[in-house]
């Protein structure tokens, strides 16, 4: 079985999200295209999360951000 090449910048851009979430950054090399694959799923699970959370008005003070 053959492993599929792996960019020095794929590489690298996995370790770097790696390093952001606070995980281990050591792997095999063979490994890099499913992390980067896992760590995709993470991001836009992340943005889903931040856009489904209710906004305030900045107009609306203090007060109405109390009661939410």
Known sequence: MSV???SQNLFLQVKEKLDYYHLPSSFPIEATH???????????SNNQEVQNTPKIEVSEGVSAAIRH
Request: aromatic letters at 0%; zero cysteines.
């Open 4 to 6: 599929p090449k792996v």
């Open 34 to 44: 499913l992390i980067s694959k896992l760590l995709t799923l993470v991001n836009s």
